[in-house]
């Protein structure tokens, strides 16, 4: 799962629509769940355009993306304080969150940075700025009931940066990263200029891709993530009755133990949009290695085609194509971010074409991808780290999953046993 971080594609995708499948080897259907009424209000528009639509002048629009997290996502109630943190691209929705949160009765506490803001702390400060939380810090975000994080990709100065000294800012905001994982908080993006040139689409395209993306050209897209979630419950199932995984692809094979472990549905509560199904496997128990071919990006750099080899848990030796030092200096952040804190697959069939940005890669229906570092406490993971780095697979030309030997999963299409 995506935790609060330059492909180039030729044509515009549609969001995803799993009311016609997900990725099965046979038809599944859908039914229908809860309902929010706040949420409805706003997004009850006859002229919103049918999910199975391939082409649409659909725009972006804020006021509903808002209305879906404030009602959905963070279920704001009144006098809580949340804290809603981006950088300034994001404003409007910014925005619209607050006035939303206020309408709901909370307290909302706005945060935001500039473009390249992390850049210059890591460059500039100082060691005892660099490497030292305040504790003000720390006691603002014990404070929250919740927190909403909008990524606002945009260009940084990161050619110039110490991959170390990131490492180093990263370590000392540890204790806040896990103030921040005990409260309710979501995780959402906003479609900038700079995030819809690494996807390979205009602005337009992306913005419309956003909407599709969380449902919003639905007129109840609470529904809609209901229907997710039910679906992928039937996942989970046979994943719980599991204890070994094999994950084997070119330049992949490796098996990890996930028993004892629960398995958490993310239905979108958490990652805005999302689709996926994930656990915090056996630290001690990754054994060989994996090639993940989908670019993912770590503070501000892109790293493609990394490699790691596993024994007994541990990472002992890493590579990429490109990004290789950030790769090595994440992994010695802390010794726990040389463990898995989690194996996650992906179940959107509709986001088929990497973007560059996790979010929404790590959805993609046919693709697993493992995280460095951090556990999420539900999944009863206990690995601890700084940081949390998701980096993902694909399965879907030449890869397969396998429960306790039994082919689960095989050319991203999942086996009905």
Same mark, same amino acid.
């Given at each position: 799962?995506?935790?609060?971080?330059?492909?180039?594609?030729?044509?515009?995708?549609?969001?995803?629509?799993?009311?016609?499948?997900?990725?099965?080897?046979?038809?599944?259907?859908f039914t229908s769940s809860q309902r929010c009424s706040r949420l409805a209000r706003v997004q009850n528009d006859p002229k919103a355009t049918p999910a199975t639509s391939s082409v649409s002048p659909l725009a972006y629009d804020p006021r509903p993306h808002a209305e879906l997290l404030v009602a959905y996502c963070l279920n704001v109630q009144p006098l809580q304080r949340i804290l809603i943190a981006g950088g300034v691209a994001g404003l409007p929705l910014v925005r619209e969150v607050a006035r939303a949160v206020l309408r709901a009765g909370g307290r909302p506490a706005v945060r935001l940075d500039y473009p390249g803001q992390e850049d210059d702390v890591a460059a500039l400060a100082a060691d005892g700025v660099l490497d030292v939380l305040h504790p003000?810090?720390?006691?603002?975000?014990e404070g929250m009931d919740s927190t909403l994080r909008i990524l606002t990709p945009e260009v940084g100065q990161v050619d110039g940066v110490d991959a170390s000294r990131r490492a180093r800012l990263t370590a000392a905001r540890a204790p806040l990263a896990a103030a921040r994982a005990r409260k309710k908080w979501s995780l959402t993006l906003y479609p900038t200029a700079h995030a819809a040139a690494q996807a390979g689409m205009s602005e337009a395209d992306f913005g419309a891709f956003v909407m599709r993306a969380m449902f919003l050209d639905r007129s109840d897209p609470v529904a809609a993530w209901? +229907?997710?979630?039910?679906?992928?419950?039937?996942?989970?199932?046979?994943?719980?009755?599991?204890?070994?995984?094999?994950? +084997?692809?070119?330049?992949?094979?490796?098996?990890?133990?996930?028993?004892?472990?629960?398995?958490?549905?993310?239905?979108?509560?958490?990652?805005?949009?999302?689709? +996926?199904?994930?656990?915090?496997?056996?630290?001690?128990?990754?054994?060989?290695?994996?090639?993940?071919?989908?670019?993912? +990006?770590?503070?501000?750099?892109?790293?493609r085609g990394a490699r790691l080899e596993f024994r007994e848990g541990v990472v002992v030796a890493a590579r990429a194509d490109e990004g290789e030092s950030t790769l090595l200096a994440a992994l010695n952040t802390d010794p726990g971010a040389r463990r898995l804190g989690e194996l996650g697959i992906g179940s959107n069939s509709g986001i088929q074409t990497p973007t560059g940005n996790i979010l929404f890669d790590e959805k993609i229906g046919g693709t697993v991808h493992l995280a460095l570092g951090r556990s999420y406490p539900e999944t009863g993971g206990v690995n601890t780290s700084a940081i949390h780095w998701d980096l993902i697979a694909d399965l879907r030309r030449g890869g397969r999953i396998t429960l306790d030997g039994e082919v689960w999963q095989e050319n991203g299409l999942f086996v009905q046993n």
């Open positions: 799962m995506r935790e609060c971080s330059k492909t180039r594609r030729n044509s515009a995708q549609t969001g995803p629509d799993f009311s016609s499948s997900l990725p099965f080897n046979h038809n599944n259907q003000t810090e720390l006691a603002d975000m209901g +229907e997710v979630r039910d679906l992928q419950a039937r996942l989970i199932e046979r994943l719980s009755r599991a204890d070994r995984v094999r994950i +084997e692809a070119p330049g992949t094979d490796l098996t990890l133990r996930v028993g004892g472990r629960s398995w958490a549905n993310s239905d979108g509560k958490r990652n805005m949009p999302s689709g +996926e199904v994930f656990t915090g496997p056996l630290e001690d128990s990754a054994d060989g290695f994996i090639t993940f071919d989908v670019p993912a +990006e770590y503070a501000g750099v892109m790293v």
